[in-house]
């Protein structure tokens, strides 16, 4: 299974990807997940990288491309990967489509979660992290701890890019440049739309009865 889940930030990609990596064992390829390890560990990739996201802005595309040819040449890709978070362009689309093409392979399809963005903007300004190991807290659904039940770190923070300004930049970014590739991929026969407003486990249910 080669798939794309496809949404704006917040409608839940990652976390649905997560559940598809451990019912069906094939990696989640986050392009974000990818560029926050080069930022935190402050590499000069990284260093490039955050002068576009700190101000919501897409991290241009052939420094995306050149990740993700990286990434699918791993070992732990070559029976499958779900990408979350890339193509965001239809520039990255054709880069995609290119680079499947040299490794003889295919989508298998284009999931499009979708949010409304006033919801989006309520789930991601509430969203909290930890900056030492990454683990995910919500500060609408749950009291956010001192330390991180996960490493014990006292590093819980709000990411610059969940501000809502920066939120509602991101989303006009993601409405004027990746919503083409709806468009693009419907014309290919790929893509499948599920309504991402609703519980997580009656999201990943029609999402599987999908794929089945």
Known sequence: MRLILFGAPGVGKGTQARLITELRGIPQVSTGDILRAHIKQDTPFGRKVRQFTDQGNLVPDELILDIIRERLGQ???????ILDGFPRTVIQAEGLDKLLGELK?????VVALAVSDDEIVHRLSGRRV????GEVYNAQLEPVPAKCRVCGQDAIVQRKDDTEETIRHRLEVFNSQTVPLLKYYERQGLLRRIDGNRPVAEVQAELLELLA
Do not use: P
Request: net charge negative; hydrophobic share 25%.
């Open 75 to 81: 070992a732990d890709c070559a029976h499958g990967y």
């Open 105 to 109: 392979s295919g989508l298998t399809a």
């Open 130 to 133: 930890c900056s030492n190991c």
